[in-house]
């Protein structure tokens, strides 16, 4: 019993950061109907960003909550200035082509992002300072720190405050809008180009504060870091609905507990296995994920 509750514990740590990603997946794809995947890259140069700040403020362990808290909203901010730029320069100006010149550039995107970083870390692993390990909830069989819970807290903080942005505010009015008929918004005095920089800055920040956490709760990171779980983030992103705030949510803290469980009670070499043949057997019985609803596609 105490094994399934320690699982359940990482489970719900992995799921809330899964779920920060999947976010901005189906944000963008909502929005321009673009599978960004550059992504999981923007996560990762999020992860180096807080890991930037940790170094520069000399943080080698224990409590240092103002730095941690620091690293957060750099590294958000990092990835928010970085997914602007990468949507201004590789995607607006092909809103009118093709969608396989979107996808073929957001690839592109992505190899520059990892080559990049790879290059300039000389391919290296970097390590977080252990800062969670210092105060414990509960320990023995069942370990629960205090730095865990407040990942998770802000997690859920996060996707809280996304969830009110769309649907308390103008812009997050006006992104709904634009995403269920682009040309209408543009009718209705929309400014289309502004509103999708911004839903990537709002995507992007989001998988920043991910990567900075991911490298807090994992401490190792890495320039490759971002393939994996971006495709795992992806995944959550589709089997929730891809499109579907709530439902991606709940997909991300669930394939979160789908690794935890795969990984503890069969292999870890088996996870990824486990992961997809889920999605491929809920696909198989509804296409468009568990909370998806059918829609009509456009050009």
């Known amino acids: 019993m105490s094994e399934f509750v320690q699982y359940l514990v990482n489970g719900l740590t992995i799921g809330a950061f899964l779920a920060l990603i999947a976010l901005g997946y189906s944000m963008i794809y909502g929005v321009v109907r673009l599978i960004n995947f550059a992504h999981g890259d923007v996560f990762m140069i999020g992860a180096f960003a807080g890991y930037g700040v940790l170094t520069t403020l000399g943080v080698t362990g ?15 901010l990092t990835t928010g200035v970085v997914g602007t730029g990468i949507a201004r320069a590789a995607y607006v100006p092909l809103l009118s082509s093709p969608r396989l010149a979107l996808l073929i550039s957001a690839i592109g995107v992505s190899l520059a992002l990892e080559e990049g970083v790879k290059d300039l870390t000389h391919a290296r692993f970097k390590s977080y300072p252990g800062v969670l390990d210092g105060g414990r909830i509960f320990s023995g069989t069942v370990r629960v720190t205090y730095g865990q819970l407040a990942l998770v ?19 997050g009015t006006a992104m709904r809008a634009l995403a269920m008929d682009r040309d209408a918004a ?4 929309i400014n289309v180009e502004r509103l999708i920089l911004v839903t990537f800055f709002v995507g992007s920040m989001l998988a920043g504060a991910a990567g900075v956490m991911y490298g807090l ?37 669930c394939i979160g507990l ?40 456009r050009a």
């Open 217 to 253: 709760y994992y401490v190792q990171i890495s320039f490759g870091m971002g393939f994996l779980i971006g495709l795992r983030a992806f995944t959550a992103a589709v089997l929730g609905g891809i499109g579907n705030l709530p439902g991606t949510m709940v997909a991300g803290v």
């Open 186 to 189: 543009r009718l209705q005095g």
């Open 258 to 297: 789908v690794q935890s469980f795969a990984a503890g009670y069969v292999s870890s070499r088996w996870t990824d296995v486990i992961i997809f043949g889920l999605l491929i057997a809920v696909l198989a019985l509804r296409p468009t994920g568990l909370f998806g609803e059918r829609v009509v596609e």
């Open 153 to 171: 807290l802000l997690s859920v903080a996060l996707m809280a405050g996304l969830w009110l942005f769309v649907t308390r505010t103008v812009t």
């Open 62 to 76: 224990g409590s240092a909550w103002p730095a941690l808290l620091a690293a957060v909203v750099v590294g958000a």
